[in-house]
T-cell receptor, first 119, second 110 residues
Framework: DADVTQTPRNRITKTGKRIMLECSQTKGHDRMYWYRQDPGLGLRLIYYSFDVKDINKGEISDGYSVSRQAQAKFSLSLESAIPNQTALYFC??????????????????FGPGTRLTVL | GQNIDQPTEMTATEGAIVQINCTYQTSGFNGLFWYQQHAGEAPTFLSYNVLDGLEEKGRFSSFLSRSKGYSYLLLKELQMKDSASYLCAVTTDSWGKLQFGAGTQVVVTP
C-alpha cells in the first residue's frame, strides 16, 4: 500500500461548489503540506502543518482552507471553487529531523496527486 | 523575493550524459533538493545537498556551490525511463519549507 494517499484522484466540479481533497499517510511523519502544480509554474505551497495543532499559510492560500484532523490526515478545502483553481494538487509529508551533514533534512514525500477541474 | 531558475527543456540521446543546472537567489539557504517527476505522477526524491561539493548516487550526481547559488544534477548513462521533469527545490529556513523551480523536462531519444 502507498505511504501517502490522496482522494479523489480526479474531480470535475462547477464554479461555486465546495470541494474537499483528502490526504492520509502511514509514514508516521509529523509534517504535512498541500501544493498545487500548474504548467510552467512548478509546485506552489498552499498550506502546511507541523503537527495537529499547527496550521500555516503558504504562498497561495487565498481561496483555500485546511484541516489537520489527526497526525495522519490533512484535508484541503475549496469553499467556492473557481476555474483558475483548476490544477494538479499534491499532498506531501516529512519528518522533522537533523541531517548528518549539519543541515535540516526535511525530505518531502508526495502523494499521487488529485487532478481538479473547475468548469 | 525568491528566484529559482532552471532550463525548461533538454534533449539527450540514450546512453549519453545530461547536466541540468539550477541557480537560486533566496533570502536564506538550508539545503537544496532534486526531485524527479514523470508526467501525471508524484515527484520522487533524488538527492539533497546542504554542503558544497558533489553527492553521487548511482547514475545520478548532484553538485552544490553555495557561494554561487548554483547546483546541477548530472544524469549518466541515460535510459529511456529517465525522460521526466526534474525539479530543483530550495529550503530557505529551519522549518524546511521548499521553494520549487518550474522544472526541467528531459527528453531521452533512442
Amino acid at each position: 500500500d502507498a505511504d501517502v494517499t490522496q482522494t479523489p484522484r480526479n474531480r470535475i466540479t462547477k464554479t461555486g461548489k465546495r470541494i474537499m481533497l483528502e490526504c492520509s499517510q502511514t509514514k508516521g511523519h509529523d509534517r504535512m503540506y498541500w501544493y498545487r502544480q500548474d504548467p510552467g509554474l512548478g509546485l506552489r505551497l498552499i498550506y502546511y502543518s507541523f503537527d495537529v495543532k499547527d496550521i500555516n499559510k503558504g504562498e497561495i492560500s487565498d481561496g483555500y482552507s485546511v484541516s489537520r484532523q489527526a497526525q495522519a490526515k490533512f484535508s484541503l478545502s475549496l469553499e467556492s471553487a473557481i476555474p483558475n483553481q483548476t490544477a494538479l494538487y499534491f499532498c506531501a509529508t516529512s519528518q522533522t529531523g537533523q541531517g548528518a551533514r549539519g543541515g535540516i533534512t526535511d525530505t518531502q514525500y508526495f502523494g499521487p496527486g488529485t487532478r481538479l477541474t473547475v468548469l | 523575493g525568491q528566484n529559482i531558475d532552471q532550463p525548461t527543456e533538454m534533449t539527450a540521446t540514450e546512453g549519453a550524459i545530461v547536466q541540468i543546472n539550477c541557480t537560486y537567489q533566496t533570502s536564506g539557504f538550508n539545503g537544496l533538493f532534486w526531485y524527479q517527476q514523470h508526467a501525471g505522477e508524484a515527484p520522487t526524491f533524488l538527492s539533497y545537498n546542504v554542503l558544497d561539493g558533489l553527492e553521487e548516487k548511482g547514475r545520478f550526481s548532484s553538485f552544490l556551490s553555495r557561494s554561487k547559488g548554483y547546483s546541477y544534477l548530472l544524469l549518466k548513462e541515460l535510459q529511456m525511463k529517465d525522460s521526466a521533469s526534474y525539479l530543483c527545490a530550495v529550503t530557505t529556513d529551519s522549518w524546511g519549507k521548499l521553494q520549487f523551480g518550474a522544472g526541467t523536462q528531459v527528453v531521452v531519444t533512442p
